[in-house]
């Protein structure tokens, strides 16, 4: 089974502060993504990356950056953390595929930030 | 853009059927994935379209009409288990990448 695990299920950071969420997946999927998740909102994609040491911006990627140093592992950093980014983030890791594959992304636990 | 609606919230009784739609609009529009997620829980993968037709796996079936932009989930003899939101997600190429826009989320509640 593909595992996701993102390094903490709760966290509470102070206005201001650099916030780091980390991601490690075993699956030596290539693909890897960070995600909110916001009621009535529901999920948006903050940044992806395809590779090591390249990332793509999602549809919200003001506020954050991310790091991809080695394949299992995708990091999001709140340079300078905002009350309104109090949210439940969720990481997720795909295979990379051709045009019409099947393959899913595999989603973490998830990271219940709390910015007070 | 994309564009993906979906109920907000549906209610049915144990052992009956529902169906949850699911109507999107898109460009490079390259498959159409149904998770579930249970509260406080990741979204686990449900199912998968990509050509049009009804796609079955056990009590769970999809189904995708790409001229409509218009997919539908199909949740047979429900269990109390079933509730739970379920997200309808489209997956599109742009700009040379293939990336997951997902709707809100449909929150059902089965009831004995």
């Known amino acids: 089974d593909v595992k996701v695990t993102q390094s903490s299920r709760y966290l509470v950071k102070r206005t201001g502060e650099k916030v780091f969420l980390e991601c490690v997946q075993d699956m030596d999927h290539e693909n890897m993504f960070w995600y909110r998740q916001d009621p009535g909102l529901g999920l948006r994609l903050i940044y992806f990356?395809?590779?090591?040491?390249?990332?793509e911006k999602g549809d919200i990627p003001e506020g954050y950056s991310v790091s991809r140093e080695k394949k299992e592992r995708f990091s999001l950093i709140l340079e300078s953390a905002s009350t309104n980014q109090t949210s439940m983030y969720l990481c997720?890791?795909?295979?990379?595929?051709?045009?019409?594959?099947?393959?899913?992304?595999?989603f973490g636990d998830g990271t219940r930030l709390s910015i007070l | 853009g994309q564009n993906i609606d979906q109920p907000t919230e549906m209610t049915a009784t144990e052992g009956a059927i529902v169906q949850i739609n699911c109507t999107y609009q898109t460009s490079g529009f390259n498959g159409l994935f149904w998770y579930q997620q249970h509260a406080g829980e990741a979204p686990t993968f449900l199912s998968y379209n990509v050509l049009d037709g009804l796609e079955e796996k056990g009590r769970f079936s999809s189904f995708l009409s790409r001229s409509k932009g218009y997919s539908y989930l199909l949740l047979k003899e429900l269990q109390m288990k079933d509730s739970a939101s379920y997200l309808c997600a489209v997956r599109a190429v742009n700009s040379g990448y293939s990336t997951l826009t997902f709707g809100k989320g449909t929150m059902l509640l089965v009831s004995p």
């Open positions: 997720a890791s795909s295979r990379q595929v051709g045009v019409y594959s099947n393959q899913p992304q595999h």
């Open positions: 990356s395809y590779d090591v040491k390249m990332k």
